[in-house]
T-cell receptor, first 116, second 116 residues
Framework: AQSVTQLGSHVSVSEGALVLLRCNYS??????LFWYVQYPNQGLQLLLK??????LVKGINGFEAEFKKSETSFHLTKPSAHMSDAAEYFC??????????????FGTGTRLKVLA | GAGVSQSPSNKVTEKGKDVELRCDPI?????LYWYRQSLGQGLEFLIY????????KSGLPSDRFSAERTGGSVSTLTIQRTQQEDSAVYLC??????????????FGNGTRLTVT
């Protein structure tokens, strides 16, 4: 079975500081990994995804994430936080149907607060 | 174009009553997912539909929960004999295909269910 662990339900950073949101996964087959963002009063939207190929993936709004198989991690980073980045971020894993199901398993989310 | 539409946006019901939640996916999207978002619990998978294939119901928490998708489009999630622990935001998402490899999930804004 697949699972996702997001360390830190709340993260605060100063505007202009590095953003690091942690995600570790568990999967018995090669995973597909995703980060979704939920801005206040909006639906979730895809930030970036890793399927195959390059392990460093870039997403919208300057975010990127690196797939590290040896560490079973897919941490989300952004070099310089903006006030508009304040939102809830969800990491998710799928096995793309390898195990016969196409479920996405989501983490519990990390709420990012950006301080002026 | 139009996104995923969910109705109602808010629903307050008395314990023991039945409720129906509706999801209109993006036109042409064959995959449709339901998730439940509770405070501190992240997104909990409930069910997904793909075209005319049998749905994956493995996430439904009890037999009080059921869902259907008519004509491969609109979906209804029904909760019978609601309990207070059913209070949550119910999210619907659609995708051009299952698994998210080639197309992301597009989420609606959710239905906030409150059981009193």
């Amino acid at each position: 079975a697949q699972s996702v662990t997001q360390l830190g339900s709340h993260v605060s950073v100063s505007e202009g500081a590095l953003v690091l949101l942690r995600c570790n996964y568990s999967s018995s087959v090669p995973p597909y990994l995703f980060w979704y963002v939920q801005y206040p009063n909006q639906g979730l939207q895809l930030l970036l995804k890793y399927t195959t190929g390059a392990t460093l993936v870039k997403g919208i709004n300057g975010f990127e994430a690196e797939f590290k198989k040896s560490e079973t991690s897919f941490h989300l980073t952004k070099p310089s936080a903006h006030m508009s980045d304040a939102a809830e971020y969800f990491c998710a894993v799928s096995d793309g149907g390898t195990s016969g199901t196409y479920k996405y398993i989501f983490g519990t989310g990390t709420r990012l607060k950006v301080l002026a | 174009g139009a996104g995923v539409s969910q109705s109602p946006s808010n629903k307050v019901t008395e314990k023991g009553k039945d409720v129906e939640l509706r999801c209109d996916p993006i036109s042409g999207h064959t995959a449709l997912y339901w998730y439940r978002q509770s405070l501190g619990q992240g997104l909990e998978f409930l069910i997904y539909f793909q075209g005319n294939s049998a749905p994956d119901k493995s996430g439904l928490p009890s037999d009080r929960f059921s869902a259907e998708r008519t004509g491969g489009s609109v979906s209804t999630l029904t909760i019978q004999r609601t309990q207070q622990e059913d209070s949550a935001v119910y999210l619907c998402a659609s995708s051009e295909s299952l698994g998210g490899i080639y197309s992301p999930l597009h989420f609606g804004n959710g239905t906030r269910l409150t059981v009193t």
